[in-house]
């Protein structure tokens, strides 16, 4: 079964949508690129966050271009706390020369982080921007924290979502990368874990994420090392924008580089609209049946 989704706000006629609200049609687990992971999950869940955390394993320009849909929603209510935690991708030269200590993770990490912002900054993508310009607003706000984790061997490679309302959590996690191939493209599984109501089991699986968290947040993990890059921060900084970036200036965005050739087409689930409102597919019954759990998010959303 498909319901096309929009980009939701966090308010619906004038009152506060809650994060238990948000997720209570979302199914326990999603395969993408079947599923709408974004527009049933994580965008929704965001727009009504007090704090979220990402981690991710595999983090590019376009990593920030597809959490920018959800940034947008998120930056324009209070001030939501973003926390990102992400892999430097390093080169085995790099690896060997601390090792060999003649460079320290920092400087490694430093000029890793330099070219990561720098090649975003000069993108012609207007996704990629869009995005750049998110966080450089949250930066600007004191309301950005972004770390990066060096493994002793390997590298972190970690994908979850930690995503707070008052005291829910919402635990995202699996295969998929938060990337445009890892929530749109590639064949993934991704995990829902609602602490609130799947479960004793659930409620652990949370908690130990978070738990793990924040051992490596605060660099107490066993096998790696977590630092920041605050001169790559800076260059966020230096962006200064004038106003908030929005949810409508995402589509926008998106719009010009899909005709660009810049951005795949949508899964089916996922159809974008002119004023980015639920959609219901002709002669579909989503109030009876298997399906009316479905019906609940209509309700909510409409």
Request: aromatic content about 8%.
């Amino acid at each position: 079964m498909t319901i096309h989704r929009r980009v939701k706000s966090a308010t619906c006629d004038g009152w506060m949508i809650t994060l238990r609200d948000a997720l209570d049609p979302a199914f326990e687990l999603y395969e993408i690129p079947d599923d709408d992971l974004v527009g049933e999950v994580l965008v929704p869940a965001m727009s009504c966050a007090d704090e979220v955390r990402i981690g991710a394993g595999f983090f590019t320009s376009q990593c920030l271009a597809q959490v920018a849909p959800g940034l947008a929603a998120y930056l324009n209510e209070g001030d939501r706390r973003l926390e990102l935690l992400i892999s430097p991708v390093i080169s085995e030269e790099d690896r060997e020369a601390i090792e060999r200590a003649m460079k320290t993770p920092e400087q490694v990490v430093q000029e890793c982080a330099d070219l990561l912002f720098e090649e975003a900054r000069l993108s012609q993508a207007k996704v990629v921007r869009h995005a750049i310009s998110c966080l450089a607003y949250l930066l600007a706000a004191d309301r950005l924290d972004l770390r990066f984790v060096l493994m002793a061997a390997g590298q972190y490679h970690k994908k979850q979502w930690l995503i707070r309302q008052g005291q829910d959590w919402l635990a995202v996690h699996g295969s998929g990368n938060a990337t445009t191939r890892g929530l749109l493209v590639n064949g993934e599984n991704m995990t829902i874990d609602r602490a609130w109501r799947d479960g004793i089991a659930s409620e652990a699986r949370v908690r130990r994420l978070i738990n793990q968290w924040d051992r490596q947040w605060n660099n107490q993990h066993r096998y790696s090392l977590t630092v920041s890059a605050p001169q790559a921060l800076r260059l966020l900084r230096e962006m200064r924008p004038l106003v908030i970036p929005t949810v409508a200036d995402f589509w926008d965005a998106w719009r010009q580089d899909h005709a660009d050739g810049l951005e795949p087409e949508l899964p089916p689930n996922l159809v974008l609209s002119a004023n980015h409102v639920l959609e219901i597919p002709p002669g579909l019954d989503w109030i009876n049946g298997d399906f009316s759990h479905q019906g609940k998010a209509v309700d909510v959303y409409r």
